[in-house]
C-alpha cells in the first residue's frame, strides 16, 4: 500500500468521527484514532480489506452483508457522494455500532484515489430511540390489555386521531373517521352539555388545560347505554391557545352499575326491597317541596303489626319473614303508584301518601289497610292472622319534617294499640304529653332502682272452702312524687322498652324472698309466696338460674313460691318455656298461668306445660253474677282446671255473690278486695295475723 503519509490526513487524526479511507479497490488505506477507538481493529487488521469485508461482515443478527447491498458505499467507490445514512458496523468485540456516515470520493494531488468515510457513532442515540419505541410498544399494548382507549385531537381539524379501542366503545369500526360531530352524537343527550361544558372550560387559555370528566356514550349498533370516563389535557401555543387535546378513555359500565347496585341496596329493605328510611326521608324532600307548591296535604301513616313477635318466636324466622313479605305486597296492593310505602325495620312501615284531601282521605286508606292485612295469611299450611295498629299524622297540620311527622304518627300508633290494637289513630298534641310522661317514668324507675324505693304490696289469696288466707301475691308498686303509688300497669311496659325489665324484675324476686324469709323468722309461715314475672323477663336464658340463686341466697323453701306468668310468655316458644318450668319445678317452685282466659291459648299446649294452677283473669269474674259469658268461661276454665288436675283461682272478687259462685263451681283459691286489697308488709302481717287469729 502506498505510504499513508503521503496523504494530508492531519484533520482526520483529530476528527471527532470515525474516519476511513479506501482506495479506488474499496480496501482500507487509512484509519484515524477514534475509529480505532470506536471499532477496536488494528491498522493491521483493516488495511488492505474492504470495510465489508472486517467492520461490515456481518449484521449483528448474522445475515452476511454483500456489496451488492450497500449501494451506497460502492457508489462512493465508483466516485459518487453520499450524505447522513446510518450504516450499522459490527466492531472487533462484536459490539454493534449505528453510524451516520458521510461518503465521497477522495482526491490526491487532484486525482481520485478512493473514498473518504466519515462515520459519527450515534448507538447511543439510536439505543434510546428503540427503547421509546419499545416503550411505546408497551404501552400501547399495556393499554390494549386494560382496555384503555387514546385520542388526539389537534384543535381546528376535522379528524379526530381516537384508537380503535376507543372506537370499539362507542362501537365504531376500528377504521372509522372520527370527527368532533360525530363524538357529540354519540355522547348521551343528558349529558351532551355537560361534556361540552367540560371540553370548553379545558380549553381557556391560562387554565392547566386537564380535563376529567364521566358521561354516559350511546353504543353505535345497538343504542346500549355505556359509562365513559376520560381523562387527559389540552395544550396550548405560545400565544395561550389550544392546539391539541390528547387523553385516554375508559369503559367504565361494570363499575357505575356495581356503584348503582350498592347504592340501591343502601336504600332499600332486603327483605321486602321496599325503600328504607334513608330512601323515604330523600323521597319526602321532594314531596314536601312540592306538597308546598301545589298547597297539598301528605299523609304519613305508621304501621306497626300487633303480635308479631310470638309468630317468629313460634314458627321461626322464615316464616316471620314470608309473613312481612306479605305484608309489604298487600301494601302496595292498597296503596296508589304515586304512594310510598316503606318498611322501617322489625314489623315496622310507613306509608306515605302524597296528596290527601284532609283527615278522611287517610282513613280510608287505613281502613283499606287494616282490611287487607287483617286477612289470614296462608303459608306452608299454616294459617297466621296478624293485624295492624296504624297512626297517622299530616304533613303541615301536624308537622313539617319527615322526622317530627313520623315520631308523632308513632304516637298515635301507640294510642291505636292502646285503644285496643287492630285500628287507626290520628296524631293529637296530648299524645306528646304520654310520650314525655313515658321518658319521666323511665328516669323516675331508674331513679328508684338506685335508691331502692321500689315498693311491694301483698294482698292475701284466700282457701275458698275454709276462708283462710294460704298465700300472698306481690304486686310491685312506683313511689311518684307526691307520695302515691304508680300502678305496673303503667312502668312495666316502660321498663320493658327501656330494657330494665329483668333488673326491676330480679328486685321483685329477691325483696318477695326477702320478705317471706322474715314472715318465716317472725313466725308468720305464708305458705305461699306468688311472683309474676313478665314475658320479657322470662324471655332472658338465664331467669331459671337466677331465679333459683336468688332463692338459695335467702334461704327460702322452693315449695314457698310460685311464679306466675301469661299466657303470652309461655306460648312465645313453648321448648323454651318448658325447659325453663322444669328447671324451677325440679326445685319445687310452684307454677301458675295468670289472666287465663284472655290470651288465645291452644288449650292443647296447656297439657305440655308443667303448671300448677290457672288464673281466672278478673274481666271474667268481674259481675260475674248479671254477665253470662263471664260465667261461662269461668266455668270451662274451672273444667279445664279439674281435668288437667290444676288448681284454679279466682282473681279479683268484690263481691259474696261472685265467691259464692266460684266456690259452689268448684273454684280453689280467691283473691280480691272482698277479703284485702294489695297492703304494704306491715300492714299484711297484722292483717295475716287476725285472720288468723279469727279462725284458730
Ligand atoms: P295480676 O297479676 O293479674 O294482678 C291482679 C291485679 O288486680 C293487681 O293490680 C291487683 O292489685 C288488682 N286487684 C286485686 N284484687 C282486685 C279487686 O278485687 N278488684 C280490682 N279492681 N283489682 C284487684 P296491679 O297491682 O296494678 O297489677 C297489675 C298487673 O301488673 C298484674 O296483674 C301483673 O300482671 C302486673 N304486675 C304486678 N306486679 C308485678 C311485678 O312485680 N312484676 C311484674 N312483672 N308484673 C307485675
Ligand atoms: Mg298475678
Ligand atoms: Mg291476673
Not at 482526520?12 to 477507538?37: C, K, L, M
Not at 325453663?580 to 306445660?609: E, M, P
Not at 290444676?646 to 259462685?661: D, K, T
Request: a negative charge.
Amino acid at each position: 500500500m502506498e505510504s499513508i503519509q503521503a496523504f494530508d490526513v492531519s484533520i482526520a487524526e483529530h476528527a471527532a468521527d470515525s474516519v476511513f479511507i479506501t482506495d479506488t479497490s474499496a480496501r482500507v488505506i487509512y484509519q484515524n484514532p477514534e475509529a480505532r477507538r470506536v471499532f477496536l481493529f488494528s491498522d493491521e487488521e483493516v488495511f488492505g480489506h474492504t470495510l465489508l469485508d472486517t467492520l461490515h461482515q456481518r449484521y449483528p443478527d448474522g445475515r452476511p452483508v454483500t456489496l451488492e447491498q450497500c449501494k451506497v458505499y460502492r457508489a462512493a467507490v465508483l466516485g459518487e457522494s453520499a450524505r447522513d445514512f446510518v450504516w450499522q458496523f459490527t466492531g472487533k468485540d462484536g459490539r454493534c455500532v449505528y453510524a451516520s456516515c458521510t461518503v465521497s470520493p477522495f482526491f490526491h494531488r487532484g486525482e481520485r484515489i478512493g473514498a473518504i468515510l466519515f462515520a459519527a457513532d450515534i448507538t447511543a442515540r439510536r439505543k434510546a430511540e428503540q427503547e421509546a419505541a419499545r416503550s411505546a410498544e408497551k404501552l400501547q399494548l399495556a393499554m390494549e390489555a386494560a382496555e384503555i382507549g387514546m385520542f388526539d385531537h389537534f384543535v381546528g381539524e376535522r379528524r379526530l386521531a381516537w384508537s380503535p379501542k376507543l372506537k370499539e366503545m362507542f362501537g365504531l369500526r376500528a377504521d372509522a373517521d372520527m370527527t368532533l360531530d360525530m363524538f357529540y352524537e354519540c355522547v348521551h343527550p343528558e349529558d351532551l352539555e355537560e361534556v361540552r361544558r367540560v371540553v370548553l372550560e379545558s380549553s381557556k387559555p391560562g387554565t392547566d388545560g386537564r380535563f376529567h370528566y364521566e358521561f354516559r356514550a350511546l353504543d353505535r349498533n345497538d343504542g346500549k347505554e355505556r359509562w365513559i370516563s376520560t381523562r387527559g389535557r389540552t395544550h396550548f401555543d405560545e400565544h395561550g391557545q389550544a392546539v391539541r387535546r390528547v387523553g385516554v378513555a375508559v369503559d367504565i359500565t361494570e363499575r357505575r352499575e356495581a356503584e348503582r347496585r350498592v347504592q340501591e341496596a343502601a336504600q332499600h329493605d332486603s327483605l321486602t326491597g321496599l325503600p328504607n328510611r334513608a330512601l323515604l326521608y330523600e323521597y319526602c324532600m321532594h314531596l314536601f317541596a312540592q306538597a308546598d307548591r301545589l298547597h297539598a296535604d301528605c299523609a304519613v301513616l305508621f304501621i306497626d303489626l300487633d303480635r308479631f313477635k310470638p309468630i317468629n318466636d313460634l314458627y321461626g324466622h322464615d316464616v316471620g319473614d314470608k309473613v312481612l313479605q306479605e305484608v309489604a305486597r298487600r301494601l302496595l296492593q292498597c296503596t296508589r303508584k304515586e304512594d310510598i310505602v316503606s318498611r322501617l325495620g322489625g314489623d315496622e312501615f310507613i306509608v306515605i301518601l302524597p296528596r290527601v284531601l284532609g283527615k278522611e282521605d287517610s282513613e280510608t286508606v287505613a281502613q283499606h289497610i287494616l282490611e287487607s292485612i287483617r286477612k289470614t295469611i296462608q303459608l306452608n299450611g299454616l294459617q297466621i292472622s296478624v293485624s295492624p295498629s296504624i297512626g297517622i299524622s299530616l304533613y303541615r297540620k301536624d308537622g313539617s319534617s319527615i322526622s317530627e311527622l313520623i315520631r308523632y304518627a308513632d304516637l298515635a300508633m301507640y294510642a291505636a294499640k292502646r285503644a285496643g290494637r287492630d285500628t287507626f289513630r290520628h296524631f293529637i298534641p296530648e299524645y306528646l304529653h304520654l310520650a314525655e310522661d313515658r321518658v319521666e317514668l323511665e328516669q323516675r324507675l331508674k331513679e328508684a332502682l338506685r335508691s331502692g324505693t321500689l315498693q311491694l304490696l301483698y294482698q292475701p289469696v284466700i282457701d275458698i272452702s275454709t276462708g283462710k288466707p294460704v298465700g300472698a301475691e306481690a304486686f310491685i308498686r312506683l313511689p311518684d312524687n307526691n307520695g302515691s303509688l304508680l300502678s305496673p300497669d303503667r312502668f312495666i311496659p316502660i321498663a320493658e322498652s327501656a330494657g330494665l325489665i329483668d333488673e326491676v324484675g330480679f328486685w321483685v324476686v329477691r325483696e318477695a324472698c326477702r320478705q317471706q324469709q322474715r314472715w318465716q323468722d317472725s313466725g308468720l309461715g305464708v305458705p305461699s309466696m306468688s311472683i309474676n314475672v313478665s314475658a320479657s323477663q322470662f324471655r332472658h336464658p338465664e331467669f331459671a338460674p337466677r331465679f333459683i340463686a336468688a332463692i338459695d341466697e335467702y334461704g327460702i323453701e322452693p315449695g314457698r313460691l310460685e311464679i306466675e306468668l301469661t299466657e303470652s310468655a309461655l306460648m312465645e316458644n313453648i321448648p323454651d318455656a318448658v325447659s325453663k318450668l322444669d328447671q324451677l319445678k325440679s326445685r319445687g317452685v310452684r307454677i301458675a298461668l295468670d289472666d287465663f282466659g284472655t290470651g288465645y291459648s291452644n288449650l292443647g299446649h296447656l297439657t305440655s306445660l308443667p303448671l300448677d294452677k290457672l288464673k281466672i283473669d278478673r274481666s271474667f269474674t268481674d259481675n260475674l253474677e248479671s254477665n253470662e259469658n263471664g260465667k261461662s268461661i269461668a266455668d270451662t276454665i274451672l273444667g279445664i282446671g279439674r281435668a288437667l288436675n290444676l288448681e284454679v283461682v279466682g282473681e279479683g272478687i268484690e263481691s259474696e255473690e261472685v265467691m259464692r259462685y266460684l266456690r259452689d263451681h268448684g273454684c280453689d283459691q280467691v283473691q280480691g278486695h272482698l277479703f284485702s286489697k294489695p297492703l304494704a308488709a306491715p300492714e299484711f302481717e297484722s292483717w295475716y295475723r287476725s285472720q288468723l287469729g279469727l279462725y284458730h
